[in-house]
């Protein structure tokens, strides 16, 4: 069934070379922790993708009930917390998610970098990979802010005070993240959420489809 449907659309749009480049890749063996066991370094990357992508989906399962102003933020975390079916599930999928991805990205750039991997040819896709790290800091930044509680609200207030901090820039960079010269508030928090569900998940898009697209271009580093 599935062979008819593909070779429908085959007939039709030549999809098998792309097919190929996509699933019919060789893994070396040098990758495979079947053959050495100490080849699992090689899985961090892999394994932080897939914790984006189930942060993501949780994600856009919690935008459902989410609603981002101060009247109602905190009040709808708590509705789909303790109310909403598998609601607790979900929240803590993002939740607990948010920080192993952390932990795994770490784990991953650990391994670049003490493989040496970053290095010729590979030195943009460390240049790629190092701005992925602040968009996944950012977004972790802006996340905590929703749920519009104590520990959200005076978090934030650090950030701020952080950016604040900048010599030069510090105002102006204080009022464009807050929204407000000196409130943290109803500007912040729609202002927060736009960047944690839009500008930075498209930030970080773009960047990983840079990232795989010359980790195919070429191919995994060593053997050592
Ligand atoms: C969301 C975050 C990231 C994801 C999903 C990701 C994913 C991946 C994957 C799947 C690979 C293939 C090899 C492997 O898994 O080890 C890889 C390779 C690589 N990554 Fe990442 N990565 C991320 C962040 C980073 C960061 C923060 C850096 C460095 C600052 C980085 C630098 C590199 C480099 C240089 C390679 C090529 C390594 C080689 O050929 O041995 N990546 N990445």
């Known amino acids: ?18 097919w190929a480049d996509i699933a019919d890749h060789e893994v070396p063996e040098h990758v495979n922790p079947a053959h050495h066991f100490s080849a699992f370094v090689y899985c961090f990357g892999g394994l932080t993708f897939f ?10 399962f919690l935008t459902m009930y989410y609603v981002p102003d101060i009247i109602n933020a905190w009040n709808s975390v708590y509705y789909l917390q303790n109310e909403v079916a598998f609601g ?18 770490f784990l991953h750039t650990l391994r670049v970098f003490f493989q040496g991997a970053y290095k010729k040819p590979r030195e943009l896709n460390w240049v790629v990979g190092v701005l992925i790290f602040f968009v996944m800091l950012a977004l972790g930044l802006t996340g905590y802010l929703l749920p519009w ?11 701020i005070q952080i950016v604040e901090a900048t ?27 736009a960047i944690h569900v839009f500008f930075l998940p498209a930030a970080l898009f773009g960047l990983l489809a840079a990232h795989f697209i010359m980790i195919r271009k070429q191919g995994i580093s060593g053997p050592l």
């Open 51 to 60: 914790i984006v992508v189930i942060q993501v989906l949780s994600g856009m």
């Open 167 to 193: 010599p030069i820039l510090g105002p102006y960079l204080k009022t464009l993240i807050a929204g407000h010269p000196d409130i943290v508030g109803a500007q912040t928090l729609t202002r927060f959420f």
């Open 1 to 18: 069934m599935l062979n008819k449907i593909f070779d429908w659309v085959d007939e039709r749009l030549d999809i098998t070379p792309l």
């Open 149 to 159: 509680d104590m520990k959200a609200l005076f978090a934030t207030k650090v950030t």
């Open 88 to 105: 607790q599930i979900v929240r803590g999928m993002h939740h607990w998610g948010a920080s192993l991805v952390i932990v795994m990205m």
